[in-house]
């Protein structure tokens, strides 16, 4: 493992006076998250934010709701992602929900079109003859502005719904529904593009009664959608906000209760996940890859089709073909992250000599598998990552980039787009994660250009990598109880970490399972119960830490094995006790 300092999570020093009932740990953990009041621990549906303080719904929902009145056709264009997937499939299933009746979707191709909504796709649909009344962007749509210009000048009414940061220039669509757009009040700018078209079916469906056109008998509940967002909320890996929290939160409810989609169920239990036990962290790394990966190798409409059966038999169906197509993406990625360790390997520096920023290229790389490659070699290096695979010309490459904590890899793009016009064909994304196009024959000047705007904007300490944990838990703590507690008191997710507790053990007995995950048997310095713990992905050259005890940074698990359930540890990092840097 790469050495890493550890970091306990600042707690404030005032006893918080709200929560007294909550055990001691929960207020501790809590506090230290920026929890201040116990409403912001309150998930149900009334502490929503509103969807009338999104900037452009008015508009959006006027031109749907004549789209009903008029049964005008609607097309939805979504994305390649699990958030575009979950999108598109809440649009599908919403709007006719409030009464439209022609409506159907379409999916670019990572491949063939790229992302979001161009110019080529609107040229398809007029040769198929089958250009819509109005056009609704899902996930994408805020950098669209070619695009939507073509859609538009062929008659086609445009309604943008989107969560992606915008540029300096707007597409000129009729309705424009995104919290990060320049004046728009609505207080949780970290919703995802399926939150985002969840709220302007809400709002639709109060525009609906309140102009006569459906009573509220007629209503539909629409928190059957739920499931699908607190999915792509997930797996896009937005900020859970107290505003996301009541997504996921009732998302997850649902699908405990067996209520959510079939698509969603047979996504779980391809995995062998029993739905009843899930979290939001089997969304994120079971349910979510699953889903990536028709867009990642082939084409999302499978994905979205998924999500889309109402019947078990056939979710079953097309979830084990996503379930293949999740192994063979799998292997694709191992194949790559070899050739990638090779490419480190051949600039003969060891991580302190390596560019501050790593932009890296190999004409077999696949296109669908680049960002999982980047996020790996991030997580080996500490240091924002590009990895570019061709495209079908040959003469662009399209790269996938990952961050690190306190560098906008978005604004670092924009700062080397300022400072070398025309290098960048596109590019857009988020703060930990983006895309990029370019020509092959400006990936060196790139190169150099990426590592130097990250110079200009980080320091060097930016570049350690670090841990970050709630500190020890006591031998009397460390139950199953605790475990059990900690599961059910999230949802837990980005910007609203699940616990990580650090702590010294005696290693009784260590071996590789598997070939290279790390088996142990811990004993606590201060006494307890013997527990066993298990780090994935070790490899099999490990220390002997049998000999020197380990500190290690763990999440406490329940684990069944033959009918038995005991606690273990599931070990982020371990090193050796006599490494330990106090932090």
Known sequence: MTPKKILRRAVPEACPTWGEQLPPILRRLYAARGVTSEDQLSYTLKHLASPMTLRGIDRAVEMLADAIRQQQRVLVLGDFDADGATSTAVAMLGLPMLGLQDIDFRVPSRFADGYGLTPGIIERLKEEGS???????????????????????????????????????????????????EGCPFLSKNAAGVGVMFYVLTALRRHLRDTGQMTEAQQPNLGVLLDLVALGTVADVVPLDHNNRIFVEQGLRRIRQGQARPGILALLEVAGRDHREISATDLGFVVGPRLNAAGRLDDMSVGIACLLADSPDEARRLASELDSLNRERRSIETGMKEQAQELLASLSLDIEGLPWGLALFDPQWHQGVIGILAARIREQTHRPVIAFAPSDDGIEIKGSARSIPGLHIRDVLAVVDARHPGMLRKYGGHAMAAGITMALEDLEPFSKAFDDAIRSTISSGDLDAAITTDGPLSPAELNLDTAALLKRAGPWGQHFPEPLFDGEFEVIRQRIVGENHLKLVLKHLDGGDIIDGIAFNTGASVPDYTRTGARVVYKPDANTFRGRTSLQLLIDYLEPVEAINPG
């Open 131 to 181: 250009l819509p009344d109005i056009l609704i962007t899902v996930d994408n749509g805020i950098a669209a502005v070619d695009g939507v210009r073509v859609a538009k000048a062929l008659g086609i009414k445009v309604v943008v719904t989107d969560h992606h940061l915008p540029g300096a220039i707007l597409p000129d669509a009729d309705a424009i529904v995104n919290p990060n757009q």
